[in-house]
Nanobody, 123 residues
Framework: QLQLVESGGGLVQPGGSLRLSCTAS????????IGWFRQAPGKEREGVSC????????NYADSVKGRFTISRDNAKNTVYLHMNSLKPEDTAVYYC????????????????WGKGTQVTVSS
């Protein structure tokens, strides 16, 4: 069964850090572009970051540039999202998703999705 599983979320104080992981089972992530998205209550799902299959092309939403870093370890079949200097407005459920070709910030461009991990930034 093909699955994506996000982990690493939790409660953190403003200014803190978290590392999210997106791990695949049943298939190899090497062949896929991976996107991280988030959805806050009452808001639409938005693109956070995207990494190409080789890792050579990386995109970030303006709201997270300089604070978040995406990386991939194909040997571990895992993509990471390192989040620093977290703000309350980063609070959301974070999802990873796959697509075949190039990076995109549109959720509708992605096929397989994980169930998400909750990130809460609060003092």
């Amino acid at each position: 069964q093909l699955q994506l599983v996000e982990s690493g979320g939790g409660l953190v104080q403003p200014g803190g850090s978290l590392r999210l992981s997106c791990t695949a089972s049943g298939f190899t992530l090497d062949y896929y572009v991976i996107g991280w998205f988030r959805q806050a209550p009452g808001k639409e799902r938005e693109g956070v970051s995207c990494i190409s299959r080789s890792g050579a092309i990386i995109n970030y939403a303006d709201s997270v540039k300089g604070r978040f870093t995406i990386s991939r370890d194909n040997a571990k079949n895992t993509v990471y999202l390192h989040m620093n200097s977290l703000k309350p407005e980063d609070t959301a459920v974070y999802y990873c998703a796959t697509r075949r070709n190039w990076c995109s910030s549109y959720p509708s461009d992605f096929g397989s999705w994980g169930k998400g991990t909750q990130v809460t930034v609060s003092s």
